[in-house]
């Protein structure tokens, strides 16, 4: 079965077919770095990781790129209104806006390692990329549809035949007209038009010279500017949140298919929002979980939920089916989780058996990643295959191959977490799969009662340079030494 991808602007599903499937261009919206990813962020983000995955297991190259907004506005609103938030919370803290960016910058990072994620290939910054955002305002300009006065420059929407259909919004109905605000937008026609550029007030760190004066770009030129200058003016999948569709993506489409007559990116996926407990997550609900709230679950054993447990409970759902945390629903996907990767652990220390089953299982396990990234569909097959009397290395490599895609450490408890253990630590890079099989190999020697054997692989591990801590007869974690 070839990928199909569901097309959030078209709303179908569509054959994939990349310009280039040896470097296909991905565009991610990346985080505002002036706060902690919640659940919900990292559900989004994990969208690009999932596509990058499927698509390399699949046999295409990659090349994505994921942007971070570090001059501190992610809602067009709160920026308009001078609301920068990276200021604000940098001030609160004593620190300047430039420090508080690069903390959770740094802080982005560190999650995506702990949630497996493939890193992208770059992660533009926009305060790096100004002279870029302001050579596409020019280019707006010299098309006729910037306005403004007194350093506040506008995009006409009008003036791009169709704006509104890829959102399906109409102009001055509904959300976009429910934004207006008379004081902040005196210089504005009508209140879908968006800020390109704001005069800077007094105090602000980030700010630039243009010939509009010192000022600073509006958010959905910053994308656009970003995404052209890495993946050029067409490209081939753009992804983000679905609360982005209006007015981020529609915004940025306009920009770039106005300034180069190119139609940006082919296909467009959106990841559903995450409710927890059925409700927004909010700072004032007290819900906007982060890992690290994950991790301090009270759970029985004292040990919270892994970076792999909350990726393995968003494998239980499609990417476009909106999802309802629950600790509940945590604990039970963590549980479902312990015992797939039990059940292959079992499965491989048996005598080979199942290579006929093998076959029908992978193509069933490809026809469900290739079905618009169905990832419940491929942990069934999963499931399916544990049951069918898959034994010794067609479990084994049925493990490895799988969990290049769902990465929740199919074959090892160890696996995942261990990999989080290491990076907590300041490690930027993984446990090594030749530490990680000593240590599986260690536990199955153990297991066996061969303890001679088994101190002998805690050896050539320790001379590889990482530790394994045990937990009963399994290794819980490694860490570096
Ligand atoms: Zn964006």
């Given at each position: 079965m070839a990928l199909s991808l569901y097309d959030s602007a078209s709303r179908g599903n569509v054959p994939f077919e990349p310009a280039d499937p040896a470097r296909v261009r991905i565009y991610t919206c990346g985080p505002t770095v002036y706060r902690y990813a919640h659940i919900g962020n990292l559900r989004t983000y994990l969208l690009t990781d999932l596509l990058v995955r499927t698509l390399r297991f699949l046999g295409y190259g990659t090349f994505a790129v994921q942007n971070i907004?570090?001059?501190?506005?992610?809602?067009q609103e709160q920026l308009e209104a001078g609301e920068d938030k990276v200021v604000a919370a940098a001030r609160a803290a004593g620190k300047s806006a430039r420090e508080i960016a690069a903390f959770f910058t740094e802080a982005f990072f560190r999650d995506g390692r702990h949630m497996a994620f493939f890193p992208a290939d770059v992660y533009p910054r926009a305060s790096e990329h100004v002279p870029e955002m302001i050579a596409l305002v020019s280019a707006l300009e010299e098309r006729g549809v910037v306005y403004g006065e007194g350093g506040y420059l506008y995009f006409?929407?009008?003036?791009?035949?169709?704006?509104?259909v890829f959102s399906g919004t109409v102009l001055g109905e509904g959300e976009a007209a429910e934004r207006t605000d008379e004081g902040i937008h005196?210089?504005?026609?009508?209140?879908?038009?968006?800020?390109l550029w704001l005069p800077a007030e007094a105090g602000r760190e980030f700010q630039w010279e243009s010939r509009w004066g010192r000022g600073w770009p509006g958010w959905h030129i910053e994308c656009a500017a970003m995404a052209i200058k890495y993946l050029g003016p067409e490209f081939d999948v753009h992804v983000g949140?679905?609360?982005?569709?209006f007015p981020h993506h529609e915004n940025s489409r306009a920009v770039v298919m106005t300034a180069t007559g190119k139609r940006f990116a082919a296909v467009w996926m959106h990841a559903a929002h995450l409710l927890v407990d059925g409700k927004k997550m909010s700072k004032s609900a007290g819900n906007e979980y982060t890992l690290d709230d994950l991790a301090a679950a009270p759970r029985p054993g004292g040990k919270g939920f892994s970076p792999a447990d909350f990726r393995h409970y968003c494998l239980t759902?499609?990417?476009s089916s909106p999802m309802n945390f629950t600790w509940e629903g945590q604990e039970a996907a963590a549980r479902a989780r312990s015992r797939l990767q039990a059940a292959f652990r079992r499965a491989a220390l048996r005598?080979?058996?199942?290579g006929n089953a093998a076959a029908a299982l992978r193509t069933e396990f490809l026809d469900a990643i290739s079905d618009s990234l169905n990832m419940p569909r491929a942990l069934a097959v999963a499931h399916k295959a544990v049951r069918s009397g898959i034994g010794g290395d067609v479990a084994r490599s049925l493990a490895e191959e799988w969990d290049a895609v769902l990465a929740v450490g199919l074959l090892s408890e160890a696996g995942a977490e261990s990999e989080a253990a290491v990076v907590g630590e300041?490690?930027?890079?993984?446990?090594p799969d030749a530490v990680a099989a000593l240590a599986r190999q260690r536990d199955a020697l153990r297991a066996a009662g061969d303890y001679s054997g088994a101190d002998a692989l805690r050896e050539r591990i320790r001379a590889a340079g990482y530790e394994v801590i045990d937990k009963g007869k399994e290794t819980s974690r490694i860490v570096k030494r």
């Open positions: 907004t570090d001059m501190g506005h992610m809602h006409d929407v009008t003036k791009t035949p169709g704006y509104g005196r210089h504005k026609k009508r209140p879908e038009d968006f800020t949140g679905v609360d982005l569709r759902l499609h990417y005598g080979t058996s199942g300041g490690e930027p890079a993984g446990v």
